[in-house]
Structure formats: structure tokens, C-alpha cells
């Protein structure tokens, strides 16, 4: 079945440093990816995606872009802030016969210190 | 517009007992998602509702159960609670059932004891 693997956590880095952030994805055909963040104590919010092969998502200063030949979609941030502190997941979209689910990560928690 | 909403926000369980967790979806969004979330992974999917009816099911056992009203608030219970049912419980909705934007509530932390 379809599956999601990203960097285990956690990521820590210093405020303004560069920020990646690995996800390779096992699917059939090319589904739309997306990447959720949680900050503690919440449920998850979207953060970005893309829908198809080169389309690139950005939002807040992240992005990434949906690879298909690499099968990956890898989170970057330039400068992170203090406040980008959460974990991210990144998911899939399964489509089965009639219905549709998210297929996630396990989920990279970011550490960022003044 | 409110987002969807999910109540309660935590609840304690002993061993064996049952509970029911609510979700409200944004207005407008017909189709409602569960998904559960352990500590330290990656939500795991549950169920699909979509106009009243269930379009998926995960790989939980029957002791899951869920059901959609017509006003398209949804309900999840599960019985005889185990420890390991312990977890974040999150609701997601979407216009239709091929959710390709899904928005999630703030979830319900069930610990069971």
C-alpha cells in the first residue's frame, strides 16, 4: 500500500539557520502530497501542497516540490524562527474506490532555539 | 466561519468502558474523517463518512464504530477501551469525499487507565 517515510526527529537548529526537512513517499500513480504541521497541544494544520510532478507549494516562507522521479517533496525553510518550533508531517492522498485518505509520516519534530 | 470542532478536548477512560467522541465539520463540508493519532506517530486513518453513509474504514477493529447525522456532524465510539486505545483522536473534513484539502480539528486526547 502507499507509505510515507520522513527524517526521524528531532531537527534542531539555531534562529535564521536553513531548514530541510526529508520525505520520500511509495504511491501508485501521482498523488497530491501535502505537509501538516502541529504545534503542541493542537491538531494538525496544512501547511502546504502540490498536486501534481514540478508543482512547487510554499506558505509562511516554507515550500517544497512534489519530485517524481525522485519520489520525494522535501521540506525547506530559509530562516527559521523560534515559532516554526512543531512537528511536521508530511502525507499523501490514497484514492480508493469511493473514498479517499491521508496517508502520513511519522512525523519530524523542529527544535528551533534563540 | 468556525472551523471543525471536536468535543471533548481530553477525556480519562478506565479499562472496558466505552466513549464517544463529536466532531463538527466546517459548514458546508459533507464529509467527515477520523483518524487516530498515538504519541510519538503519524495519524492513522479510521473512518470515512460521507453524506450519512461510511465510505472507508481502516484497519481498527470493531470495537470502532461511527456514525454521520444529517447535519453532517459526526460521532465516533469505541468500546471495551484498552490501554492502548490511548490517543489523540482527530476529525477532518472536507467538501466531498475525495478530500483532496482535508482541515482537522484540535482533536481529543483519550487517555485510558
Known amino acids: 500500500g502507499d507509505s510515507v517515510t520522513q527524517m526521524e526527529g528531532p531537527v534542531t537548529l539555531s534562529e535564521e539557520a536553513f531548514l530541510t526537512i526529508n520525505c520520500t513517499y511509495t504511491?501508485?500513480?501521482?498523488?497530491?502530497l501535502f505537509w501538516y504541521v502541529q504545534y503542541p497541544g493542537e491538531g494538525l494544520q496544512l501547511l502546504l501542497k502540490?498536486?501534481?510532478?514540478?508543482d512547487k507549494g510554499s506558505n509562511k516562507g516554507f515550500e517544497a516540490t512534489y519530485r517524481k522521479e525522485t519520489t520525494s517533496f522535501h521540506l525547506e525553510k530559509g530562516s527559521v524562527q523560534v515559532s516554526d518550533s512543531a512537528v511536521y508531517f508530511c502525507?499523501?492522498?490514497?484514492?480508493?474506490?469511493?473514498?479517499?485518505?491521508?496517508?502520513f509520516g511519522k512525523g519530524t519534530m523542529l527544535l528551533v532555539s534563540p | 466561519d468556525a472551523g471543525v470542532t471536536q468535543s471533548p478536548t481530553h477525556l480519562i477512560k478506565t479499562r472496558g468502558q466505552h466513549v464517544t467522541l463529536r466532531c463538527s465539520p466546517i459548514?458546508?463540508?459533507?464529509?467527515v474523517s477520523w483518524y487516530q493519532q498515538v504519541l510519538g506517530q503519524g495519524p492513522q486513518f479510521i473512518f470515512q463518512?460521507?453524506?450519512?453513509?461510511?465510505?472507508g474504514r481502516g484497519n481498527f477493529p470493531d470495537r470502532f464504530s461511527a456514525r454521520q447525522f444529517p447535519n453532517y456532524s459526526s460521532e465516533l465510539n469505541v468500546n471495551a477501551l484498552l490501554l492502548g486505545d490511548s490517543a489523540l483522536y482527530l476529525c477532518?473534513?472536507?467538501?466531498?469525499?475525495?478530500?483532496?484539502?482535508?482541515?482537522f480539528g484540535q482533536g481529543t486526547r483519550l487517555t485510558v487507565v
Open positions: 477532518a473534513s472536507s467538501r466531498t469525499e475525495m478530500n483532496t484539502e482535508a482541515f
Open positions: 504511491a501508485t500513480g501521482y498523488p497530491s
Open positions: 502540490a498536486t501534481k510532478a514540478d
Open positions: 502525507a499523501l492522498i490514497s484514492m480508493n474506490s469511493g473514498y479517499s485518505t491521508l496517508t
Open positions: 459548514s458546508g463540508h459533507k464529509s
Open positions: 463518512y460521507y453524506e450519512k453513509e461510511e465510505r
